[in-house]
């Protein structure tokens, strides 16, 4: 049973940082691209930011220069450093990453179960 955890959300002023973090757990052979997704109330979850296996990131335009996706590979973690934050990253962000549980397995597309992020004064 493969499980994401997140972690690292909470309220926070505008212009504040964040540093949010998901652990993968559970019988993982292999993990390749993992992301960032958010939802805010009202609206569909939407991409934030992602990252192959090898390192390599890609962000969505309106998170460009502001935040910063990393991973460590030995510690089937993700991480999402969001500097600079507005009012309107104020959502639920969920992290999904794509595991290989077993050698004879498909690739599939697991999820956690959210973490709140609050900017407000």
């Known amino acids: 049973q493969v499980q994401l955890v997140e972690s690292g959300g909470g309220l926070v002023q505008p212009g504040g940082s964040l540093r949010l973090s998901c652990a993968a757990s559970?019988?993982?052979?292999?993990?390749?691209?993992m992301s960032w997704y958010r939802q805010a109330p009202g609206k569909q979850r939407v991409l934030v930011a992602s990252i192959t296996s090898g390192g390599t990131a890609d962000y969505v335009d309106f998170v460009k220069g502001r935040f910063t996706i990393s991973r460590d590979n030995a510690k089937n973690t993700v991480y999402l450093q969001m500097n600079s934050l507005k009012p309107e990253d104020t959502a639920v962000y969920y992290c999904?990453?794509?595991?290989?549980?077993?050698?004879?397995?498909?690739?599939?597309?697991?999820w956690g179960q959210g973490t709140q992020v609050t900017v407000s004064s």
């Open positions: 999904s990453a794509e595991i290989k549980a077993l050698a004879a397995l498909p690739l599939y597309d697991y």
């Open positions: 559970g019988s993982i052979f292999r993990i390749n691209a």
